[in-house]
């Protein structure tokens, strides 16, 4: 049975709730996640939007299209900024991985977008690539 876990922003102001059985477990090399997280890649824990709550708090957003010419809500913390999802056309929500109180929830299954992974970046080749929808 799915259970309920929760996750919050670096400051504690902004509090979520959402299922602790993710669709899938990304690790986006996107460049959009590069420029937010400030590292290689983003781990995006997939959930369906409507298992995400936030349960205190107020979060601000951008909305952005991806290079794909997608439309990608980005929320955070409007106090200090963490990310915490982001809302994707398709009725899915990118949870911060990291942002999970117990970060061990997240276990990545897939990469994604790892072409545009910096050459530094050492990629996991375990995990299969998921194919970019267009
Ligand atoms: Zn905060
Ligand atoms: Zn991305």
Not at 29 to 51: K, N
Request: net charge negative; with cysteine; charged share 20%.
């Amino acid at each position: 049975m799915p259970e309920k876990i929760s996750g919050g922003c670096l400051c504690g102001k902004a509090r979520f709730e959402t299922t602790s059985e993710p669709v899938m477990q990304l690790l986006c090399h996107c460049t959009d996640c590069q420029t937010v997280s400030g590292s290689a890649f983003y781990t995006a824990y997939i959930v369906p939007l409507e298992s995400v709550t936030l349960t205190e708090g107020t979060l601000a957003g951008f909305a952005v299209k991806s290079d794909k010419g997608r439309n990608n809500l980005r929320r955070f913390c409007q106090d200090c900024g963490t990310r915490l999802w982001a809302e994707l056309e398709s009725g899915i929500a990118s949870v911060n991985g990291m942002a999970l109180d117990d970060p061990t929830h997240f276990n990545p299954t897939h990469n994604h977008r790892p072409e545009t992974a910096p050459d530094w970046c050492a990629m996991n080749e375990v995990l299969e690539v998921l194919p970019v929808s267009s």
